[in-house]
T-cell receptor, first 115, second 113 residues
């Protein structure tokens, strides 16, 4: 049963520290998404990649967030420096986008707390 | 831009009651529509989907029909169980081009024994 995996599941850090979250998409999927979930904003898109190329990162604060896909099996989301307002659950999702097919499968999320 | 509106929660029902969670959308073109479910402390799981008008998605006793004329995708279940207690998200994907999901705010369902 193929799944999206994310590490770490939980992260507590202090303001100003660098945070790196990792995601392993489902093998064969060509699209990876990063979403953030907060009580106030709900689920919002941060960035997404197609065939490892960034297509849209308009949802990310550019000065502190960066997203990359160094290879087809790994996507990373980095925050430097982190701030308390970044506290949220970060979800990675992957999908095989082909024609009308565009179902996304979500990982379990990384719960980030910035003190 | 695209948007999804869900009914406010929480929705509290007794076991075996009928469930409806309303969802309406605004989108250009022909979006795909989805329902995702999130159990406490977990990620989102795809519950069902529909990709064109009049399609009915179904899974685990849940159903939703893509109604283009009313721009709706209401979630229904004939008899809920305690194990259905979760947060339900309606979402759309543009269908072409940008494929990121636009989510509704989520509806918490609480089923009491």
């Amino acid at each position: 049963d193929a799944r999206v995996t994310q590490t770490p599941r939980h992260k507590v850090t202090e303001m100003g520290q660098e945070v790196t979250m990792r995601c392993q998409p489902i093998l064969g999927h060509n699209t990876v998404f990063w979403y953030r979930q907060t009580m106030m904003q709900g689920l919002e898109l941060l960035a997404y990649f197609r065939n490892r190329a960034p297509l849209d990162d308009s949802g990310m604060p550019k000065d502190r967030f960066s997203a990359e896909m160094p290879d087809a099996t790994l996507a990373t989301l980095k925050i430097q420096p982190s701030e308390p307002r970044d506290s949220a659950v970060y979800f990675c999702a992957s999908g095989l986008v082909l024609g009308q097919q565009d179902t996304q499968y979500f990982g379990p999320g990384t719960r980030l707390t910035v003190l | 831009g695209d948007s999804v509106t869900q009914m406010e929660g929480p929705v509290t029902l007794s076991e075996e009651a009928f469930l409806t969670i309303n969802c309406t959308y605004t989108a250009t073109g022909y979006p795909s529509l989805f329902w995702y479910v999130q159990y406490p402390g977990e990620g989102l799981q795809l519950l069902l989907k529909a990709t064109k008008a009049d399609d009915k998605g179904s899974n685990k006793g849940f159903e939703a029909t893509y109604r283009k004329e009313t721009t709706s995708f209401h979630l229904e279940k004939g008899s809920v169980q305690v194990s259905d207690s979760a947060v339900y998200f309606c979402a759309l994907s543009a269908g072409t081009g940008r494929r990121a999901l636009t989510f509704g705010s989520g509806t918490r369902l609480q089923v009491q024994p």
